[in-house]
């Protein structure tokens, strides 16, 4: 029998569960979004992990799951054996009014 079954039969008050900051992954994605639609990081561009790692200052693997979510997201392309690179995608200042 788990917890809240457990709490709903004796009838004492469940405690509420609180969604707190955003994970690590969640970071370094929007992070890695920020760079790519403000041009820091352009079109084309190939990303190398372990540079990406240490300015983000990020283990590999939270890294890998914000590329693998980018790349869903068609913000940046996987080339097996070559890596990541920036896709061609539309940047904050271009727009329409």
């Known amino acids: 029998m788990n917890i809240a079954m457990h709490r709903a039969r004796s009838g004492k ?3 509420s569960i609180k969604i707190g900051r955003l994970g690590l992954t969640d970071r370094v994605h929007e992070k890695l979004k920020e760079l790519i639609l403000d041009q820091k990081l352009g079109p084309g ?8 790692c240490r300015q983000l200052n ?3 693997s939270p890294l890998r799951d914000a590329l693998a979510r980018s790349s869903a997201e068609r913000l940046v392309q996987f080339e097996p054996f070559i890596g990541y690179s920036v896709a061609e995608v539309p940047t ?4 329409p009014i």
Request: charged share 30%; aromatic share 6%; no cysteine.
């Open 45 to 52: 561009a190939y990303l190398n992990i372990d540079k990406l």
């Open 58 to 60: 990020v283990s590999t």
């Open 13 to 15: 008050k469940e405690a």
């Open 92 to 95: 904050r200042s271009t727009t």
